[in-house]
């Protein structure tokens, strides 16, 4: 302490930065940490190397930790002051946490700001030890890492802190392999660059290793000094100068204490105020609101009075019209009883009319089922004439050619005797007349199907298509099968099951007329 800045290792280029950090860490921040300033430098210095990733945070604990740093910047989380984004300039957790996730700047804020609106009543200096309260049980936390090489040449890391000396893995700086408290240790030297560590039990082996240099064991040695002499003056009585500044601390933290707690009562006694003023105030709306709904409500009765005045005018008028119309009602009554008779006479006689027109419906739906009969006997008859023309043009080429070759041999041979009965043939036309009126009415009725048969068919295309249309909004395009595909292709090509029937069978063919 007595040297010069200049006179120590530094480099000489300018301007030269200097970093002023605590040398040695506490075990108990809350009982070793007296004066404020003290408190909220330290808990800058142990901030800095969470994220600057010096001292290992999990990802949970960060996120509590950057909460406490909040609350310990902005005070009282208020919603319409700290709105979405306030955070988005803030460095508040370790790069390696946010790389581990795929969480974007919005979600971590959307967490922090979760338990940080969790920490209300919070003064500045209380969030800083809650937050250093957390920090120290961090396995790096308050940790200087040496490296060194036992008497075998292994490479190893010596940490040193606030409880003893661990020894180290290099590649894993959280869980020592050996340790040794401060109470249990009797010697620490070094010779040149060999240190030596002696147990206070003397069965256990002495430890020795090996730095890089001079200069570090140097270093190690001051650090096991301080921290040893911080270790056993923790376990003793305080002396009176800590004592005094504890007293002087408490002294101030319950002045403080008072202050907030009064400032938190004239807050409250404001918000109070505050809201009572609110609520005389829309108190206030609400009676003018119901006092001009007041007013509003007489009008509207008065002008009500008028209305049912004149209403009661005309509806005397009406009674007067309804009589009247009473007096004109009761006379047409006499009269239609008069005409009730005669009606009654009508009535017989129509549905006299009514059951002939049934029977006449009945005969002519008869009739046309004896003319349908009618019409199939008639085809049927037309087909049997057919077939025996068929025979008898037949039976006629037999015979003519049967006489032809007789003809030819009476030429050639000798003559029969005349006593012989001699047979005459006589070909006879076959033929099957029909009517002409039975013909003409079996068309008509042919006819006539033919229309009714295409307009029900022309109805149904026109029902399919209507409803075709209602339900392709509806339809799920991805669950089509093939065959709805050809469908559809065929339907907008016009293409049908007839006349693709219709249509020749290849190139250069006649279509077969079926």
Not at 199 to 211: A, G, M, Q, R, Y
Not at 212 to 234: A, E
Not at 266 to 285: F, G, H, I, S, V
């Amino acid at each position: 302490m007595d040297k010069k800045v200049l006179d120590h290792d530094v480099p000489t280029e300018e301007p030269k930065t200097f970093h002023f950090l605590a040398k040695f860490y506490p075990e108990n921040a809350e009982e070793e940490l007296v004066q404020e300033i003290t408190q909220h430098l330290f808990f800058l210095q142990v901030k800095k190397q969470i994220l600057d990733e010096k001292i290992f945070c999990p990802p949970e604990a960060s996120v509590l930790l950057a909460s406490y740093a909040v609350q310990a910047k902005y005070g009282d989380y208020d919603p319409n002051v700290h709105k979405r984004g306030f955070l988005a300039q803030e460095e508040l957790l370790p790069k390696r946490v946010i790389n581990l996730y795929q969480m974007t700047p919005e979600m971590w804020e959307e967490r922090i700001t979760a338990w940080y609106a969790e920490h209300r009543g919070r003064a500045r200096d209380e969030a800083e030890m809650e937050y250093l309260k957390i920090a120290q049980d961090l396995e790096m936390y308050g940790v200087n890492y040496f490296a060194i090489r036992n008497k075998k040449g292994t490479e190893l890391l010596l940490g040193v802190d606030a409880l003893g000396l661990h020894i180290y893995d290099p590649d894993n700086r959280l869980t020592p392999k050996i340790s040794f408290p401060w109470n249990e240790i009797r010697n620490i030297s070094y010779s040149d660059k060999e240190f030596t560590i002696k147990p206070l039990d003397k069965k256990i082996d002495v430890f020795k290793f090996n730095s890089s240099k001079l200069r570090v064991n140097k270093l190690i040695l001051q650090l096991c000094i301080g921290n040893h002499d911080l270790f056993m003056r923790r376990r003793k009585a305080d002396s009176l100068e800590v004592q005094q500044m504890k007293a002087q601390a408490r002294e101030e933290k319950a002045r403080k204490q008072m202050e907030r707690q009064c400032l938190a009562r004239e807050k409250q006694m404001r918000e109070e105020a505050e809201r009572t003023r609110d609520e005389l105030e829309r108190r206030l709306m609400q009676l003018k609101e119901e006092a001009t709904m007041a007013n509003e409500a007489l009008m509207r009765s008065e002008e009500t009075a008028d209305l049912l005045a004149e209403k009661a005018q005309i509806t005397e008028e009406e009674a007067k019209l309804l009589a009247q119309k009473a007096a004109e009602a009761e006379q047409e009554m006499q009269r239609i009883k008069a005409t009730a008779i005669r009606t009654e006479e009508e009535k017989r006689l129509m549905e006299q009319k009514v059951l002939e027109a049934e029977m006449l419906a009945l005969k002519m739906a008869e009739e046309s089922e004896r003319r349908a009969k009618e019409a199939d006997q008639l085809k049927q008859d037309l087909q049997e004439a057919r077939e025996s023309e068929r025979r008898a043009k037949q039976k006629l080429l037999e015979i003519t050619s049967k006489s032809s070759y007789t003809q030819s041999m009476n030429s050639s041979t000798t003559a029969l005797p005349t006593d012989l009965p001699s047979f005459n043939l006589i070909s006879e036309s076959l033929s099957f007349d029909f009517k002409d009126t039975d013909m003409k009415r079996l068309s008509m009725e042919i006819e006539k199907e033919k229309v009714e048969y295409m307009e029900k068919s022309k109805h149904l295309q026109e029902q399919l298509n209507e409803l075709k249309t209602e339900i392709e909004a509806l339809k799920l395009k991805e669950r089509e099968t093939a065959l709805d595909i050809l469908h559809n292709e065929n339907s907008s090509r016009g293409n049908s099951k007839h006349n693709t029937i219709k249509k020749p069978q290849a190139q250069g063919r006649r279509p077969i007329c079926i």
